[in-house]
């Protein structure tokens, strides 16, 4: 082998484009009054501070320019950056805010659906790495994701995560992790931890005949087994997401 | 065919090596040619359960390096002439044991021994491991105790995922609930988890349940295992589990307290 073939080979591995899909928040802005617009985004923020401390964020300005409201791209990055968000791309600009915003180095996404009133005469795409980002916080569900079924029982230390939907036709034991992307039933006992809809699916549910379960939750939304009432354990119950609290109701 | 037995547990001090010892002897006394080895290296005990700590020359360790033959380390059982120990290295730990060197020494006892028990050590590390991973058939000890329970159910989990015959996806290691230090009476008190409570968190096939008694304290002292003592509750209890194992069917005597014992033994039934 030569030197420089070496050195090529050498050269070659130091970066490496890679395509990555990512759930990111999207701001939808609909006014022009922004004192207004700035009480209200630290009313949100104060909700969950955790939450939205240096998240990612997508400025979504199709409202806006339907409204024809005019607001300066400028003042409004600059409200949202006070916020503590970090604005990672504008979506549904106009020509002039797509503009602004790559002057001051935010990447611009087209509209979501094709006839979004804005006029996009020249699509600008920044075309070095592909983001997707999708419009709500369930993510496109992938067509065909088999779902998982375990016959045999989960003890103590196993975990299992299935990319879909998990079938257990066992019990759980205490001490088990049991995690999937979509609904978790549990023909048995459910003893350990049973994660559903961990890729923040909030429709995701979890189902099981006996509720005796550490810890369960939907989505990140969580409860431990010292917070589930004698009301509920040890029979079928499901358990759901609404309006951002888990509900634990009995099969009917 | 051998079979190779692991007795396992997980949580220390539940009776592991007294169980090992008690349904070795129990097989070779049926007339089955068995070896019992002791993988908890560095804190060896299987031979002074066997009464045989006076005769080690040769160990384990020994024969995985090869610096003895197989032949050279084991012991014959002084009751029994069809039982042989291997017995653990004191002045080692079980950094010593390879996987590669447990597979010979067992590939080579199979074609002598007709089963072989593998006493393992407390924990889930590489001893623990090792005394699992080559198992046809695995007795789980566990105490009427929460924490044993556990320990239990993990061990349970492992023999599931990382023994030998799951990883080469043969047939699954076969798994017996042997439930020990068992006391009716206290489990009447509340102060003990029943055999249901164990099946129901375990659901494992129940081999049998040996009672709390003196006698198995009696008999590690003395170097004897208590399976040899046939008077013993718990002596007959061991009887009861070999026998089952090799597929008799055996009503459990040792479950309800001795009162409902007796009624049962002079109420017909």
Partial sequence: MSQDSKKTAKLANTLEFKTSTFSVPVLLVATDDLSLFEKQLVQKINQAPEFF???????????????????????LVAVIRKAGLLIVGIRAGNDLQNKQALEIGIPVYPAQDRESVVEVKKPIRVQVVKAQVPTSTRPDIKESVPTTIITHPIRSGQRIYAAGDLIVMAQVSAGAEIIAEGNIHVYSSLRGRALAGVQGDIEARIFCFDLQAELISIAG?????????????????QIYLQDGSLIIKDIV | MARVIVVTSGKGGVGKTTTSAAIAMGLAKRGHKTAVIDFDVGLRNLDLIMGCERRVVYDFVNVINEEATLNQALIRDKNCNLLYILPASQTRDKEALSQEGVGRVLDELKKDFKYIVCDSPAGIEKGAHLAMYFADDAFVVTNPEVSSVRDSDRILGLLSSKSRRAEQNEEPINEFLLLTRYSPERVKLGEMLSVDDVQDILSLHLLGVI???????????????????????????????????????????????????????????
């Fill in chain 1, 221 to 237: 939304n969580y409860k431990v087994s010292e917070d589930l009432s004698v009301s509920v354990r040890n029979k079928p119950v």
């Fill in chain 2, 211 to 269: 009672p709390e008694s003196k006698s198995v304290l009696n008999a590690s002292n003395s170097g004897t295992p208590v399976i040899l003592d046939e008077k013993s509750d718990a002596g007959q209890a061991y009887e009861d589990v070999v026998a089952r194992y090799l597929g008799e069917e055996r009503p459990h005597r040792f479950i309800e307290d001795k009162k409902g014992f007796f009624r049962n033994l002079f109420g017909g039934n």
């Fill in chain 1, 53 to 75: 401390k240096n998240s990612p964020l997508v400025l979504d300005l199709q409202e806006i320019n339907i409204q024809n409201h005019k607001v300066d791209l400028n003042a």
